[in-house]
């Protein structure tokens, strides 16, 4: 089974989701992407920009993100993949998903909010911390439903 994992500029929430579902299940692969990434394509020359705060909550799960390349959604990703998961508020995806994902009956949302860009990083790094706990809790439970009743047991959190 191939899993797409789509947010806005796969910089944390899509990412953090790959990385989760790649490391906790063997029988199944995932990729992440994002609708806008070329802003930070440009600015950073395909590497993941200092968020420290992403790569301060995965590196306490054991996972180091701070060198994967950015991605960006296109249609043959979205043709490969057997399910595809957007990760971002209802109103972003109304507004910025492409039709191509939007029209796909693999699509499904998981509603959880863009922290990026607020001011004080202890406030940042707690909501990231957040985020990165929701989108772990999503992950298992898609591989659950994935695997039916096999005796997946995550180990991280």
Same mark, same amino acid.
């Given at each position: 089974?191939?899993?797409?994992? +789509?947010?806005?500029?796969?910089? *944390?929430?899509?990412?953090?989701?790959?990385?989760?579902?790649?490391?906790?299940?063997?029988?199944?692969?995932?990729?992440?992407?994002?609708?806008?990434?070329?802003?930070?394509?440009?600015?950073?020359?395909?590497?993941?920009?200092?968020?420290?705060? +992403?790569?301060?909550?995965?590196?306490?799960?054991?996972?180091?993100?701070?060198?994967?390349?950015?991605?960006?959604?296109?249609? *043959?990703?979205?043709? !490969?993949?057997?399910?595809?998961?957007?990760?971002?508020?209802?109103?972003?995806?109304?507004? !910025?998903?492409?039709?191509?994902?939007?029209?796909?009956?693999?699509?499904?949302?998981?509603?959880?909010?863009?922290?990026?860009?607020?001011?004080?990083?202890?406030?940042?790094?707690?909501?990231?911390?957040?985020?990165?706990?929701?989108?772990?809790?999503? +992950?298992?439970?898609?591989?659950?439903?994935?695997?039916?009743?096999?005796?997946?047991?995550?180990?991280?959190?």
């Amino acid at each position: 089974m191939r899993i797409l994992f +789509v947010c806005k500029y796969n910089i *944390s929430r899509s990412r953090m989701a790959e990385f989760f579902f790649n490391k906790l299940t063997k029988n199944n692969y995932a990729e992440s992407c994002g609708v806008y990434p070329y802003y930070y394509l440009k600015k950073y020359h395909a590497r993941v920009p200092k968020w420290e705060p +992403v790569i301060r909550v995965m590196k306490e799960q054991g996972i180091d993100v701070s060198k994967s390349l950015i991605k960006k959604a296109d249609k *043959s990703k979205v043709k !490969d993949a057997d399910i595809i998961i957007v990760i971002m508020e209802k109103s972003m995806a109304d507004k !910025d998903l492409p039709n191509y994902i939007k029209k796909s009956k693999k699509f499904k949302l998981w509603e959880i909010r863009d922290i990026r860009g607020t001011s004080k990083f202890d406030y940042q790094y707690n909501k990231y911390k957040e985020n990165r706990d929701k989108i772990f809790s999503l +992950v298992v439970n898609l591989i659950k439903s994935l695997d039916g009743k096999s005796r997946f047991s995550p180990k991280l959190l």
